[in-house]
């Protein structure tokens, strides 16, 4: 089983940053993809940034020049840094990490972006 734990969500002005940490942990013993997901109120989750074992990076549309995904294979961490925020970037953010075929997610953290 793993276990994934966000941290670093919060309440930011448009225009500023926040990044966030997905901490993977658990019976590790190969991450193929880690990412970062987002459901705003009434909408679907959505995939955000993702990152492959290679380093290859995938982004939604809209974060495209805003967000940059990162990945500590060592420590088994994903990282999401978020500049320019804007108030259609306030969602609860999840990590997912993807192992031998398996998803896991991580319990969200709330990015709330002030007008």
């Known amino acids: 089983q793993v276990q994934l734990v966000e941290s670093g969500g919060g309440l930011v002005q448009a225009g500023g940053s926040l990044r966030l940490s997905c901490a993977a942990s658990?019976?590790?013993?190969?991450?193929?993809?880690m990412g970062w997901y987002r459901q705003a109120p009434g909408k679907q989750r959505d995939l955000v940034a993702a990152?492959?074992?290679?380093?290859?990076?995938n982004y939604a549309d809209s974060v495209k020049g805003r967000f940059t995904i990162s990945r500590d294979n060592a420590k088994n961490m994903v990282y999401l840094q978020m500049n320019s925020l804007n108030p259609e970037d306030t969602a609860v953010y999840y990590c997912?990490?993807?192992?031998?075929?398996?998803?896991?997610w991580g319990q969200g953290t709330q990015v709330t972006v002030s007008s």
């Open positions: 997912k990490v993807t192992s031998r075929r398996n998803d896991y």
């Open positions: 658990g019976s590790i013993f190969s991450i193929d993809v």
């Open positions: 990152i492959f074992s290679g380093g290859i990076t």
